[in-house]
């Protein structure tokens, strides 16, 4: 049966595999509070992945996930996360973090540099044993990129989350967004040092100064058409960035992040981003997650990566907790309120997997390296949920403090 199968029907499977496992496993087994939808699909993901299916059907994994069908996968995968990374470049709130200035940089800056020193430390003890440094990572851009990881906060799942609990637009949802999107600029600013290539750095600085022309451009043009075009605009906006970005030896998703930055927020309806955002999550970022679990890797032991994804879990919420808490008594918070808002911006899910992912494209870290990055983000993410819950339910006014 399987040699009649063609290349599509085969396609055809992995999609209803990829589709269908996590919605039954989320809606059946009722996981929503401590892992929602796209939590469950990422986890999906690495159970269809090579360590888990792979290893217990090796001839179906292999038949079902062949080269050509991965190929594929990968390319519906980069469109879907650009598209994502870009809608996080909008959602940048730049303008309202300069209003409050002093407390979001203090906030925002404790929140990035403590769990990065956390996790460069992890990193530099994860040095000791070898498979964790890929075969064309420098050790700076391994202990760099590794502690950046740890201090991610993924900007699109934070606000998902935000939505969940039903605080997203109030004054602290505002607040958290304002320091989450200084942390993006941050984040994005640093992968692009680790990705600098000085055999191609005449062509990067020819990126950036095309781009700021060119961006000058497209802003002037977004002003002047219909709001029903600048969606389909700014796509192509984003494949230009994408595809300009990676000829410069930089990344396609430091290209789509950019794309993004450059645009303002309001010049699209806040609605339709938002179902833009949903839509996109529903129906082609599944396939990314997929793509994601299929990277995953167990060589240098089960025991060693769970160790690992263990520590870094440690340095990563720690940090980020440590972090906000001194925001806290710098800025006269009032009690409480560090540790909700620190447990909202430890939050990693997509955005650190697309940093761990680009980490990996280019031989920075292992297969082994990401997955402990990996099992690291899930659950700092699914920890948020059940943590924060119960402690906006018992301090009900600081959801309405501004500052």
């Given at each position: 049966?399987?040699?009649a199968?063609?290349?599509?029907?085969?396609f055809?499977?992995?999609?209803?595999?990829?589709?269908s496992?996590?919605?039954?496993?989320?809606r059946?087994?009722?996981t929503?509070?401590?892992a929602?939808?796209v939590?469950?699909?990422?986890?999906?993901?690495?159970?269809?992945?090579?360590?888990?299916?792979?290893?217990?059907f090796?001839?179906?994994?292999?038949?079902?996930?062949?080269?050509?069908?991965?190929?594929?996968l990968n390319?519906?995968a980069?469109?879907?996360?650009?598209?994502?990374?870009?809608?996080?470049g909008?959602?940048?709130d730049?303008v309202a973090?300069?209003?409050?200035?002093r407390?979001?940089?203090?906030t925002?800056?404790?929140?990035?540099?403590?769990?990065?020193?956390?996790?460069?430390?992890?990193?530099?003890?994860?040095l000791?044993?070898?498979?964790?440094?890929?075969?064309?990572?420098?050790?700076?851009?391994?202990?760099?990129?590794?502690?950046?990881?740890?201090?991610?906060?993924?900007l699109?799942?934070?606000?998902l989350?935000m939505?969940k609990?039903?605080?997203?637009r109030q004054?602290?949802?505002?607040?958290?967004?304002?320091y989450?999107?200084?942390?993006?600029?941050?984040?994005w600013?640093v992968?692009?040092?680790?990705?600098l290539?000085?055999?191609?750095?005449?062509?990067?600085?020819?990126f950036?100064?095309?781009?700021?022309?060119?961006?000058?451009?497209?802003?002037?043009?977004?002003r002047?058409?219909?709001?029903?075009?600048?969606?389909?605009?700014?796509?192509?906006?984003?494949?230009?960035?994408?595809?300009?970005?990676?000829?410069?030896?930089l990344?396609?998703?430091?290209?789509?992040?950019?794309?993004?930055?450059?645009?303002?927020?309001?010049?699209?309806?806040?609605a339709?981003?938002?179902?833009?955002r949903?839509?996109?999550?529903?129906?082609?970022m599944?396939?990314?997650?997929?793509?994601?679990?299929l990277?995953?890797?167990?060589?240098?032991?089960?025991?060693?990566?769970?160790?690992?994804?263990?520590?870094?879990?440690?340095?990563?919420v720690?940090?980020k907790?440590?972090?906000v808490?001194?925001?806290g008594?710098?800025?006269?918070?009032?009690?409480?309120?560090?540790?909700?808002?620190?447990?909202?911006?430890?939050?990693?899910?997509l955005?650190?997997?697309?940093?761990?992912?680009?980490?990996?494209?280019?031989?920075?870290i292992?297969n082994?390296?990401?997955?402990?990055?990996?099992?690291?983000?899930i659950?700092?993410?699914?920890l948020?949920?059940?943590?924060?819950?119960p402690?906006?339910?018992?301090?009900k006014?600081?959801?309405?403090?501004?500052?």
């Amino acid at each position: 049966m399987h040699t009649a199968m063609s290349t599509t029907e085969i396609f055809l499977l992995a999609m209803l595999l990829i589709f269908s496992i996590p919605y039954l496993i989320w809606r059946l087994g009722r996981t929503d509070y401590w892992a929602p939808l796209v939590v469950v699909q990422i986890i999906t993901g690495i159970l269809l992945g090579p360590g888990v299916m792979g290893a217990a059907f090796p001839d179906y994994y292999a038949f079902v996930f062949n080269p050509t069908v991965i190929q594929t996968l990968n390319g519906i995968a980069w469109w879907a996360v650009m598209i994502f990374v870009m809608i996080a470049g909008i959602e940048l709130d730049l303008v309202a973090a300069w209003e409050h200035r002093r407390e979001s940089t203090i906030t925002a800056g404790m929140a990035l540099g403590t769990p990065l020193l956390f996790g460069c430390v992890a990193a530099f003890g994860m040095l000791a044993y070898d498979g964790w440094i890929g075969p064309k990572g420098m050790t700076w851009q391994f202990i760099l990129g590794v502690g950046m990881a740890c201090a991610v906060t993924a900007l699109p799942i934070l606000i998902l989350l935000m939505e969940k609990l039903e605080v997203l637009r109030q004054p602290i949802g505002q607040r958290i967004l304002r320091y989450a999107s200084l942390d993006d600029v941050a984040i994005w600013g640093v992968l692009a040092l680790i990705l600098l290539d000085w055999t191609r750095v005449g062509r990067q600085i020819g990126f950036l100064i095309s781009f700021a022309i060119a961006a000058w451009l497209l802003r002037k043009l977004m002003r002047a058409i219909p709001e029903r075009d600048r969606w389909y605009v700014g796509l192509i906006w984003l494949a230009i960035c994408g595809f300009a970005a990676d000829w410069a030896g930089l990344h396609f998703m430091v290209g789509a992040f950019l794309a993004g930055a450059v645009m303002d927020a309001h010049w699209f309806d806040q609605a339709e981003m938002d179902l833009m955002r949903h839509h996109v999550l529903l129906a082609i970022m599944p396939v990314f997650f997929l793509s994601t679990g299929l990277k995953t890797n167990w060589a240098v032991g089960g025991t060693a990566v769970f160790i690992a994804a263990a520590v870094l879990l440690v340095a990563s919420v720690s940090g980020k907790m440590i972090g906000v808490h001194i925001a806290g008594k710098v800025l006269k918070w009032g009690k409480g309120e560090a540790s909700i808002i620190g447990w909202l911006l430890q939050t990693k899910a997509l955005i650190m997997i697309i940093f761990a992912n680009i980490l990996l494209d280019k031989g920075i870290i292992t297969n082994e390296t990401f997955t402990a990055l990996l099992l690291m983000a899930i659950a700092s993410t699914m920890l948020t949920v059940p943590v924060v819950s119960p402690r906006l339910r018992a301090m009900k006014e600081i959801i309405f403090r501004s500052q």
